[in-house]
C-alpha cells in the first residue's frame, strides 16, 4: 500500500510555470513507476507523464511534451512535474498515480492521490 498527496496547484495565466508535488508514504517509493494524469472538466482523465523506478526513463503525453518535465527524488519519496509555458487547455485536476510497471493507461496504475487543480487564465 502507498499513499500519494500532491500539491503545488493553483490559478496561473497562460505562460506561467507551475511545479506540482506528490508525495509518498507506505511502503518503498523507488519500487514503483510514476506518473502524473489529468481530467478536465466533461473529460476523461488522459496521460500527462511517467518516470521510471529510477527516473532513468520518463514518457510524455505529446501535448506536453518540450513543456513539462518529471522528475522524482527517492530519497524524499517524491515525484515533480514542473509545468512551464503553461496554457489555458492545460487547466485540469491533476492525479500522480503509483505502478509497478511503465505504462501509459490509467488502468496500469494501483494507487492514486486525490488531485491538484491547475487553473490557467488567457
Known amino acids: 500500500q502507498v499513499q500519494l498527496v500532491e500539491s503545488g496547484g493553483g490559478l496561473v495565466q497562460a505562460g506561467d510555470s507551475l511545479r506540482l508535488s506528490c508525495a509518498a508514504s507506505?511502503?518503498?517509493?523507488?519500487?514503483?513507476?510514476m506518473g502524473w494524469f489529468r481530467q478536465a472538466p466533461g473529460q476523461e482523465r488522459e496521460f500527462v507523464a511517467t518516470?521510471?523506478?529510477?527516473?532513468?526513463?520518463?514518457y510524455y503525453a505529446d501535448s506536453v511534451k518540450g513543456r513539462f518535465t518529471i522528475s522524482r527524488d527517492n530519497a524524499a519519496n517524491t515525484v515533480y512535474l514542473q509545468m512551464n509555458s503553461l496554457k489555458p487547455e492545460d487547466t485540469a485536476v491533476y492525479y500522480c498515480a503509483a505502478s509497478t510497471t511503465i505504462s501509459t493507461r490509467m488502468w496500469g496504475y494501483n494507487y492514486w492521490g486525490q488531485g491538484t487543480q491547475v487553473t490557467v487564465s488567457s
Open positions: 507506505g511502503r518503498t517509493f523507488s519500487s514503483y513507476v
Open positions: 518516470i521510471s523506478w529510477s527516473g532513468g526513463s520518463t
